[in-house]
């Protein structure tokens, strides 16, 4: 359902934006997007956007500096949008403050979106929710500063405007945004493409070791606790290393574990053709859209690999699933 954000500002003082855990280009790029419309055109309005610490290859976007890590005690925000976040729990550490808010809003494009907040704008077709932010503002106001934003988030979510959400529509409002005299090519370039020596040395060793199961179906990889502190790496340095592993021939879903805590994984999957990664995510609690998934899961890596494979085979290979019911 499409919505109307002046109705929603209407009578409101302060507000907070807040994303999900580990914010990547489109969390953040919809949250600074929204932030700097709101800044901008509502001067009456305090806006305090809630983000875990934001990698330095996104600092180039305006009001990345004034992101918050920590939650205020005692403060009941008028409104609470929670942005790109499938389900409360991925808001993290601002979800006390969504939980206390006196009324909130959804803003997400995630199949797994259950419509959580009291108003939800979910579009699981949209390539990003930078692109359904884009959707709910006023053209004529729409500045540099907010366009850059949301031009990274809608880069970053369609895998620079090539994975299959990237509609006709999608490359209509980049076009749009272009137009506003932002730098795509330098935006891309420093927050998608651009990796430091060390995500480098980590992605090689995440490709070295990977192996192929499922007839060659699909590859599996894993970034042990002792592997990141070898390399001093930090999670946000494995961003990208599951696209990667996606791209080789003939695989049909890529999976990578990094291990969060012993005995604990986050599984990121993605899929090139059929195969609903979401729903595989989600039978384990996690979420996601169709051909990008994720979810955090305990036991050993090969517990968590038999576990996602078991279910992966349902979809790959019906009969042979049956076979082993
Ligand atoms: P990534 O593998 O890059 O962390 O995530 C891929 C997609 O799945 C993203 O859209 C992300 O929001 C979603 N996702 C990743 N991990 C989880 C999770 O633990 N729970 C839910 N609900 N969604 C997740
Ligand atoms: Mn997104």
Redesign the pocket.
Known sequence: MKIVLEDILNGKQCIALGG???P?G??IGSCMGLYNYLKENHAGLTVDVYLETIPDAYTMIQGTADAKQQVPEDKTYDLFICL????A??LGFSRPLFESAKETLCIDH?I?NDSFADTNYIVPDASSTSELVYTLLDREKISKAVAEALYMGIAH?TGVFQYSCTSPETMEIAADLMRRGINGPEIIDKTYYEKTYIQNQILGRALLESMLILDKRCIVSVVRQKEMEFFQAVPADL?GI?SQLRQTKGVEVAM?LHETAPQQF?????SKGNVDV?AV??YF?????VR?????MKGSSHDVINNITGRLIHQLDPKEAGKEA
């Open positions: 999900h855990v580990r990547d489109d969390c790109d976040c499938g389900d729990e991925r995630h797994s979510d961003e599951v990578f986050k599984v990121s999957l993605r979401s995510a989600k609690g996690g979420g996601g859209h990008a998934a994720g979810v955090t």
